[in-house]
């Protein structure tokens, strides 16, 4: 099914940004995503943190892979540029667009397939090379477009819509990046825009590669009985489901984390997930404390969110790479190709 395209015309009343642009302007398409779905809730936090920063829409580059999650391009910013690319190849492309273009805000999505099956390759080099990029993984631990099969994020134990259990260990984005040298990592709920919104907008100011893991559940495949919906995810009790592909209207979830202890959150089928805020003397920049912080949590079951790391000191890739800050397509030709004897002079050095 395509997606609808929103009529354009907007109420007077609705408040401006510095740009004098109002929160449609920052819309896209209307969602063809299943009802409750938890990405339409990134996608609505991804469009206020781009209105209240005034990002001009025509200086923003999307990118995706494919899957439910790289769909959501297609719902923000209509006025942006968009590269949906290859299952997995995200990051190659927003490379390439970034050194040629490094005055353009990029952001990707993907999900938890797209970036850690196919493409955790991709991913892992656009971390090393800290490329300029907000990059939100939309987590739900399993392949939502193609019926609901585990994903890498899929807790041991987890299991199916079909009964059977997941038997092997999850990959941890947050983990991942951590270990990888990422310069900001983040996670959050999508039902908790209060979060998520600012969270969205720190990484938009961030100098480097910003990953944001957001757990965004799939209400039609991964929201039922035995169910993990994702790597740290504590089901509580009972829920039947029935074999079937009805997707139900469902209402958005939406909490709020306390700053002390952890919140329940209670899902469309009742099971319970617990969220946890860092404390007050948490230090996001050392990344030893951090990963041992984790690590306990992940015993315990629950499920850190807001920043949890961030080093401002780290040079990303056009300051390591010596790119031109002017885009490639305002460089005159003469010197995008300087001729013959320039290349054979070039080929002398390394002879």
């Not at 629950?302 to 080093?311: A, E, Y």
Request: charged share 20%; glycine share 8%.
């Amino acid at each position: 099914m395509p997606s609808i395209t929103k009529p354009i015309v907007t109420h007077p009343s609705l408040e401006k940004n510095a740009l004098g642009l109002n929160l449609r302007a920052y819309e896209g398409a209307m969602s063809t995503l299943c009802a409750g779905c938890g990405h339409d809730s990134v996608t609505a936090a991804i469009v206020r943190a781009a209105w209240k920063l005034s990002i001009e829409p025509h200086q923003m580059a999307k990118f995706s892979g494919i899957g439910c999650s790289s769909k959501t391009p297609t719902y923000f910013v209509s006025g942006a540029h968009g590269f949906n690319s290859a299952h997995g190849r995200m990051p190659a492309i927003a490379t390439g667009a970034g050194a040629a273009n490094r005055s353009l805000i990029s952001i990707g999505i993907s999900g938890d397939g797209d970036s850690l099956s196919i493409g955790i390759g991709q991913m892992a080099h656009a971390i090393r090379r800290n490329l300029n990029i907000v990059y939100i993984i939309e987590n739900n631990g399993v392949y939502g477009l193609t019926k609901g099969q585990f994903s890498a994020s899929a807790d041991v134990g987890s299991k199916s819509k079909k009964g059977e259990a997941n038997r092997v260990s999850p990959i941890d984005p947050v983990m991942l990046a951590l270990s990888l040298g990422a310069t900001f990592v983040a996670r959050s709920f999508s039902g908790e825009k209060e979060q998520l919104v600012p969270i969205i907008e720190a990484a938009f100011k961030h100098n480097g590669l910003a990953l944001i893991d957001v757990i965004s559940p799939c209400v039609t495949f991964n929201d039922h009985e035995g169910s993990t919906k994702s790597y740290l995810y504590t089901r509580k009790h009972d829920f039947h489901v029935t074999d079937s592909d009805v997707v139900f209207p469902a209402e958005e979830l939406v909490a709020s984390i306390s700053r002390n202890g952890h919140t329940a959150v209670t899902m469309h089928d009742g099971s319970v997930i617990h969220f946890t805020r860092t404390p007050d003397d948490y230090d996001p920049r050392d990344r030893a404390a951090v990963f041992a912080y984790l690590q306990r949590h992940q015993q315990e079951g629950k499920v850190p969110t807001g920043i949890l790391f961030i080093d401002e000191s780290q040079p990303d890739m056009h300051s390591v790479l010596g790119t031109t800050e002017v885009p490639l397509t305002q460089v005159p030709f003469d010197k995008l190709c300087p001729g013959k004897e320039a290349l054979e002079k070039l080929m002398e050095e390394f002879r």
